[in-house]
């Protein structure tokens, strides 16, 4: 898995850092204090995020976070300490606090910690995929096209105002455990966004309408178009924008709906993604967002959809921003099924946690989004896989609808405590009449059961019409984490969802 080509790409800044010598002061303490296991993490942050409202910045933040952190295992108990200094006398200082942290808490653990076994990978690298590091890129240049692209907006009629921003994320960490691993890493990702606002004054109201591009691991050419056609999307957005003004409001009642990925991605994010993380499902994970409904009692014979579904774990696909060669536990990243057949097949695990499952190896899920931060089970890029046997379009599946709705984009959600009871809004929303789109509507909410829902799937689109999507901002744990994610899926088509009107449910 070591590549020389690719580790002369890792920031030279990092590198440059005392790596072998903190490793060798923090788990040589370790060892001496009786840790049964231990790992140093140094991590490297960089972020930037730049905001304009109507071409005019806002806001233009840069941000560091530099640190290690020491984990160990003693009696059975983890410890955890960090600091922000990085010598090697602090390494080992980090080393102590955690084994005195671990043996303070092993007298009220009740449950020792048994972790899966890995193998060892001594110096392997790896890089995420991405041509342009966006930190390379003079900050006046990124400003420059995100005013360029407001001031295109803002020339249409129509358009009263543009909020244009790009958060840019650049993470190195280094890893080293007592079993002889050791792993240094970087990624890059990105969002540019820009959100058209138009109002009518008249009736005191307004609308917006955001880009569908989603957040990648990707670098700065994805802002120029690499891997997203944000011009032809800001030639089309004002035009939809006005369209959406003038629409009639939806009629509730029960619609076959055909979800595009910029939608679906969201509703797979909070009714399959966060449920099938084991945490959860045991119970271990409550206080942040609740648990889950898929218990393990359930594995192997839960419906949890029609004989279309078919989702994975993936922490290893180009361009996802959960993606990473080698996880928190030192665990080399993989693809694991989580949902086959419509049946309930796996969960996202990280080491302490497989085990449990009855798994010879963990499925690569751990994750700490700092330095200061236990690592704790995070989420794989979760996604719904395309039709393997046929290539079916979004028109395909929109001719096949004699009376429905198509959804674009997301919006805003609820989902309750198991992950059961949802409910998902959107960006944009057509009526979909005897095959054909017949113009949008507003005020268009989808509602259901998780299993209810995907139950109801009749309908999946080929490898064609597959699409990355995701967040940045996943948060989990207290203290919170924030972690960033991405959801693959084609549209679907669902047979007779429940459709709310959201301007009558909120009394308007």
């Known amino acids: 898995m070591a590549d020389d080509r690719v580790d002369r790409r890792i920031?030279?800044?990092?590198?440059?850092?005392?790596?072998?010598?903190?490793a060798d002061a923090a788990l040589s303490r370790a060892r001496e204090l009786g840790a049964a296991h231990a790992d140093l993490r140094v991590e490297r942050i960089v972020t930037q995020s730049l905001a304009l409202r109507d071409g005019v910045v806002s806001s233009a933040n840069d941000d560091l976070t530099l640190g290690l952190a020491?984990?160990?295992?003693?009696?059975?108990?983890?410890?955890f300490a960090s600091t922000h200094e990085l010598t090697p006398t602090a390494a080992a200082g980090a080393a102590d606090r955690a084994v005195g942290v671990a043996r303070t808490l092993a007298s009220v653990n009740t449950e020792p910690v048994r972790r899966a076994d890995e193998p060892v990978y001594r110096g392997v690298s790896w890089v995420s995929d991405y041509q342009?590091?966006?930190?390379?890129?003079?900050?006046?240049?990124?400003?420059a096209l995100l005013a360029e692209w407001s001031r295109r907006l803002l020339a249409s009629d129509g358009v009263d105002h543009v909020d244009a921003t790009c958060p840019q994320i650049k993470e190195n960490k280094f890893y080293a455990d007592l079993a002889g691993t050791s792993t240094i890493q970087q990624r890059v990702r990105i969002e540019p966004r820009f959100t058209a606002t138009a109002v009518d004054r008249a009736a005191g109201a307004f609308e917006t309408m955001r880009t569908m591009a989603p957040p990648a691991g990707r670098g700065w050419e994805y802002a120029l178009g690499t891997g997203w056609d944000f011009d032809a999307e800001i030639a089309r957005v004002p035009e939809l924008l006005a369209e959406k003004m003038k629409s009639p409001t939806v009629q509730p009642g029960r619609y076959d709906l055909v979800i595009d990925p910029s939608n679906l991605w969201l509703t797979i994010h909070e009714s399959v993604g966060h449920a099938t993380e084991y945490d959860r499902a045991i119970g271990y994970e409550a206080a942040y967002a609740g648990t889950s409904f898929a218990t393990p009692d359930q594995l192997g014979t839960l419906r949890y959809g029609?004989?279309?579904?078919?989702?994975?774990g993936d922490r290893t696909i180009p361009h996802g921003l959960a993606s990473i060669g080698y996880d928190d536990d030192?665990?080399?990243?993989?693809?694991?099924?989580l949902v086959s057949g419509g049946v309930l097949v796996g969960y996202q695990a990280d080491r302490a946690f497989a085990p449990r499952l009855g798994l010879a190896r963990s499925n690569g899920c751990a994750f700490a989004d700092s330095p200061h931060h236990m690592p704790i089970q995070r989420m794989a890029n979760v996604s719904l896989q395309p039709d393997p046997a046929r290539d079916t379009t979004t028109d395909e599946l929109i001719g096949g609808v004699e009376r429905g709705i198509y959804v674009v984009g997301d919006k805003s959600w609820?989902?309750?405590m198991q992950r059961y009871n949802f409910q998902f809004t959107g960006?944009?929303?057509?009526?979909?009449?005897?095959g054909r789109l017949a113009g949008q509507l507003r005020d268009v909410a989808y509602q259901a059961t998780t299993t209810e829902f995907w139950g109801s799937m009749r309908g999946i689109g080929g490898p064609s019409a597959w699409v990355l999507g995701g967040a940045l901002n996943c948060g989990k744990a207290q203290p919170g984490q924030v972690a960033a994610v991405s959801h693959g899926c084609p549209p679907a088509l669902f047979d007779q969802v429940n459709v709310l009107n959201t301007a009558q449910e909120a009394g308007r």
């Open 330 to 337: 030192g665990v080399a990243t993989s693809e694991f099924d």
């Open 70 to 79: 020491v984990r160990v295992i003693v009696a059975g108990t983890w410890g």
């Open 427 to 434: 960006q944009r929303f057509y009526r979909i009449e005897h």
């Open 132 to 143: 342009i590091d966006p930190f390379t890129v003079p900050t006046q240049d990124k400003i």
């Open 11 to 22: 920031d030279e800044a990092f590198r440059a850092l005392p790596l072998a010598s903190l």
């Open 306 to 312: 029609s004989e279309l579904m078919h989702v994975t």
């Open 414 to 416: 609820s989902i309750d």
